[in-house]
C-alpha cells in the first residue's frame, strides 16, 4: 500500500512538474501601459548650458525663467530657449553628454527587463525579455548629403555605448500531499560583453549593464563596417524535488526524500549597427607665386570642413547640429504580469551634418581667394520637420578639390590643417603627397611690323622671364589676347597676325591658365603699342628732331650769357 501511494505521488508530482513547466514556457503577453510623453532633461544636467545641443525639441520657454539663467554662455541660452542652434564644429559636449546620460540608465533587478521601446528580444525557459541595445557610437557625424544619402560616419578609434537587461522567470513552487518541487534561483550574470567588427571580435567589457566597449578599425579592410555588441545572459536555477518515502496506515508521511538538481540556460542577444569609417586624407599640389603667396590645390578623400593656415581659413558647405535620439525617449518595464512606460532618463544625442551654403567660401578675404572649385552639383536634404534651421533649397557644389591662393609668403604646406565632419578627426600637410610646382613670370612684348591705311601687321612675343624659354599656348590652357580676340603662340613663343588698323593703341595679355595643370606655371603679363599714320609719324619725327637741337642752341645762349663770348646767336657769321 505504501509503495502504491509513493508511486501515486511520484506520479501526481512529475505530471505536475511537467504542466508548470509546459506553461512556463509561453510567453505571457501584456499591453504596453501609456506612458509620458519625452520631457527634456531637468537641471540636474545643466538644461541651461546644454540647451543648445537638442535641436528639435520644443522651444519658447518662460522668458523670465530665460532670463533668471545664470550661465558662462547665456546669449546662447537664451537663443536656443526660442529656437534651434547650429555649430561650425561637431560640438565636443555630444560626447560629454552622452557619457553622463548613459549611466543614468536605470538598474531593474531579477524580476524586471527594462529597455528601449525598439529593443528586440530573445526568450528562454528562464531567461526572459533579454537583449543588448546600442545605445551610441561615438565620435560621429551623419551627413545628410541628399534626401537619399545619408551616411552615419564614425572615427577609426572610439567607443560603443551599450545597454542590456533581462528578467528571470522562476518557475512557481508546486505542493502537494506526499511531494512537492521549489525552485530557488541561483545565479545570473551577463558573461563579457563583447563587440565585433565585421564578426571578428574587437573588444569586451565586463560591465553587465551600461558596457562601454573601444574600437579601433584601423587594421579593417574597407570604410564600410558593420558594429555588433554580443552579450551571453546565464541562469542557474537549483530545482529541489522532495517526495515521502515512508507512510502509515494511516497515511501520514514520516519520512521525506530530496533530490535537488541544477538547470543552466545560456540566451545570446545582439545588436548591430552600420557605419562608414572617416578618414580624412588629402594631397594635391604646391607652388610659391613670385610675390610670395602660396598656391595650394587641395584633394580630399571625404566630405569635409574645411581646411586653415595661420592667417586664413577655407570653410566647406557643411554645419551642423544636435539632436536627440527619440527612440529612447521612452522605456518599457516588463515583469511577469505585464509591461509598463515610463520616461526615460537616459537621451543619447547625436551630431548631423547638413550643406548651408552653395560652396565654399574664404576668410578674411583680403589673405586667402578660391581660385577654383571642383565638384558635382547636387540638391540638399531636407532636414527633419521639427528642427528650426536655416537650409539650403538650391544645390550646393559638393566639392573633391579646391584651389586657393594664401597671402602667406612665411608658411608652407606643412602648416596646414585640414578638418573633419567627425569630431577630433583632422589632419596637417605632408609635402610628401603634394608635389610642387614652380611659378615664373612671364615677358609679353608687342611689336608693331606694319601699318596700313586700314591694317596693322603686329607680332606677339611670349617668353619665361626666368629661363627666357619661349612659352607656347598652344596645347595648353592658355592664351593670348590680342585687341579683344584670343591668340595662340607657336613652338616659337610668338604669334604675328594682321589686324584691323585701330584708331590709337593695341595691347595683348598673357592669360596663363591654372598653374597646377602643367609643369611649371606661369603669372600673367600685358603690352601695348601705339599705331602711328603719316602725319601722325611726320608730327613725330619732327617733335623728335627739335628737341637736340633745342638744347644745342639753349647752350650756345647759356655760354653766350655768362661767358661773354659772342658765340650768340650761332647764325652771326653766316
Known amino acids: 500500500m505504501q509503495l502504491l501511494i509513493r508511486s501515486l505521488g511520484v506520479g501526481v508530482t512529475l505530471l505536475a512538474v511537467a504542466v508548470v513547466t509546459s506553461l512556463f514556457a509561453v510567453q505571457s503577453v501584456a499591453r504596453v501601459a501609456e506612458g509620458p510623453a519625452f520631457r527634456p532633461p531637468n537641471e540636474t544636467h545643466h538644461l541651461d548650458s546644454d540647451r543648445a545641443l537638442w535641436s528639435g525639441d520644443p522651444d519658447g520657454l518662460d522668458a523670465n525663467t530665460v532670463h533668471n539663467w545664470t550661465t558662462r554662455d547665456s546669449a546662447r541660452a537664451e537663443l536656443a530657449a526660442s529656437t534651434d542652434v547650429s555649430f561650425n564644429r561637431p560640438p565636443a559636449e555630444v560626447a560629454a553628454w552622452n557619457r553622463e546620460t548613459h549611466q543614468d540608465f536605470p538598474d531593474s533587478g531579477q524580476d524586471t527587463s527594462i529597455a528601449p521601446t525598439g529593443a528586440t528580444f530573445e526568450q528562454g525557459r528562464f531567461v526572459r525579455d533579454a537583449y543588448v541595445e546600442i545605445f551610441t557610437v561615438q565620435p560621429a557625424t551623419t551627413a545628410r548629403i541628399t534626401d537619399t544619402r545619408t551616411t552615419r560616419y564614425v572615427a577609426t578609434e572610439g567607443n560603443v555605448l551599450a545597454t542590456g537587461d533581462h528578467r528571470v522567470a522562476l518557475p512557481e513552487d508546486v505542493e502537494l500531499p506526499f511531494s512537492r518541487v521549489t525552485w530557488q534561483l541561483e545565479n545570473h550574470t551577463v558573461s563579457a560583453t563583447k563587440l565585433l567588427v565585421d564578426d571578428d571580435q574587437e573588444t569586451t567589457s565586463s560591465e553587465p549593464h551600461t558596457p562601454i566597449l573601444q574600437y579601433d578599425l584601423g587594421d579593417d579592410p574597407g570604410t564600410e563596417h558593420t558594429l555588433t555588441v554580443e552579450s551571453n545572459v546565464s541562469v542557474t536555477l537549483k530545482r529541489t524535488f522532495e517526495w515521502c518515502s515512508n507512510y502509515t496506515m494511516a497515511g501520514n508521511c514520516t519520512q521525506w526524500s530530496r533530490e535537488s538538481t541544477n538547470l543552466t540556460e545560456n540566451v545570446t542577444v545582439t545588436d548591430s549597427t552600420t557605419v562608414t569609417e572617416y578618414t580624412l586624407h588629402i594631397g594635391g599640389y604646391y607652388a610659391r607665386y613670385p610675390n610670395g603667396d602660396l598656391g595650394l590645390v587641395l584633394f580630399k578623400s ?76 547636387t540638391q540638399p536634404a531636407r532636414l527633419p520637420e521639427r528642427v528650426h534651421l536655416d537650409a539650403l533649397d538650391r544645390p550646393y557644389t559638393a566639392s573633391y578639390s579646391l584651389a586657393t591662393v594664401f597671402e602667406t609668403p612665411e608658411q608652407g604646406v606643412s602648416d596646414l590643417t585640414a578638418y573633419g565632419l567627425v569630431r577630433g578627426v583632422e589632419t596637417t600637410g605632408d609635402e610628401g603627397v603634394f608635389e610642387e610646382i614652380e611659378i615664373h613670370r612671364s615677358n609679353l612684348t608687342l611689336t608693331v611690323e606694319e601699318t596700313t591705311s586700314e591694317t596693322a601687321t603686329v607680332t606677339v612675343r611670349l617668353r619665361d622671364a626666368k629661363t627666357g624659354e619661349p612659352i607656347e599656348t598652344d596645347g595648353r590652357e ?60 611726320l608730327v613725330r619725327s619732327l617733335y623728335r628732331a627739335s628737341i637736340p637741337i633745342g638744347m644745342v642752341l639753349l647752350a650756345a645762349f647759356l655760354v653766350d650769357r655768362i661767358t661773354g663770348m659772342p658765340v650768340w646767336p650761332p647764325w652771326r657769321g653766316l
Request: no cysteine.
Open 478 to 537: 592658355g592664351y593670348v589676347v590680342l585687341a579683344g580676340e584670343r591668340v595662340q603662340t607657336g613652338r616659337d613663343g610668338t604669334v604675328r597676325t594682321t589686324l584691323p588698323r585701330p584708331p590709337g593703341s593695341i595691347s595683348a595679355r598673357f592669360e596663363p591658365g591654372p598653374w597646377w595643370l602643367h609643369t611649371t606655371g606661369y603669372v600673367g603679363d600685358d603690352d601695348a603699342a601705339t599705331v602711328e599714320g603719316t602725319a601722325l609719324a
Open 302 to 377: 571625404d566630405p569635409w570642413l574645411g581646411y586653415e593656415l595661420p592667417g586664413g581659413r577655407v570653410n566647406g558647405v557643411w554645419r551642423f547640429y544636435s539632436a536627440r535620439d527619440s527612440g529612447w525617449d521612452s522605456l518599457v518595464a516588463r515583469t511577469d504580469s505585464g509591461a509598463s512606460t515610463r520616461h526615460s532618463p537616459a537621451h543619447p544625442l547625436r551630431v548631423t551634418a547638413f550643406p548651408l551654403k552653395t560652396g565654399p567660401t574664404a576668410a578674411p578675404a583680403e589673405n586667402v581667394s578660391i581660385l577654383r572649385v571642383h565638384g558635382e552639383e
